[in-house]
C-alpha cells in the first residue's frame, strides 16, 4: 500500500463494457450530426416538410375523388342534361314539376338528407318506400347531372 497512487490507478483497467458504450456514443454522435447536418447529407427541415405537404395533397386528392359535393352545381349544360334524364326516368313518380306524384316532392323537405352526398345516395341506392336505385343504370356522372338539375329547380326554382 506505498505505491504511488498513479501506479495504483494503473492496475485498474477501464471496463470493456464502459469503452464500448464510450465510443460508441461518440460514433452516434458524429453520425447524428452528419446525417442533419444539410451540407453533408443533404437533409433539410424544408424537404421534411415539402414531404409531408406532398402526402397531404395526395391524401386529399383521394378524399376529392370520393366526391361528396356535385362537381355540376350551377353548370347550365349539365343541368340541361339533367333535365332531360329526369324527364325520361324520375317525373313519373316524382311529378313534371318536381313537387311529387307516387313519390314525395323534391323540391321541400327531403326526410334522407338534404347535402349532396346524401341525395347522392338516394338516387344511387334508392329508399326502401319505393325509390329504386340508379346508381347501376345512370352511373356517378349522370346521377350527379340528374342531380344538378333537381338542386337547380330546388334552389332557384328554374322552371322544370
Ligand atoms: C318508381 C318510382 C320512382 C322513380 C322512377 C324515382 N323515384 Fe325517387 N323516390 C320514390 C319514392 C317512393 C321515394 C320515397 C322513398 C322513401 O320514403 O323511402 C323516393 C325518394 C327519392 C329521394 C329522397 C327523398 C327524401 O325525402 O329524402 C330522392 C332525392 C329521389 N327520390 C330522387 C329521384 C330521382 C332523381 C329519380 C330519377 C333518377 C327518381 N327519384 C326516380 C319513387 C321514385
Redesign the pocket.
Known sequence: MDEPIGKLEAHNKVPRGFLVLLFGLIALGVYYIAAYTPGISGWSQYKVLSKEMEAEKAKAAAGAAKMTENPYERDEKAVAEGQV??AA??A???GKDLKGA???S?VG?????EIDGK?YE??SEG??????G?GAE?GRDRIWK??AY?DSVREYGKKP
Open positions: 334524364l329526369y326516368k324520375c313519373e313518380c316524382h307516387d313519390g314525395p323534391l323537405h327531403l326526410k334522407f338528407g341525395k338516394s338516387i329508399r326502401p318506400g319505393g325509390m329504386p340508379f345512370l340528374v342531380l333537381v
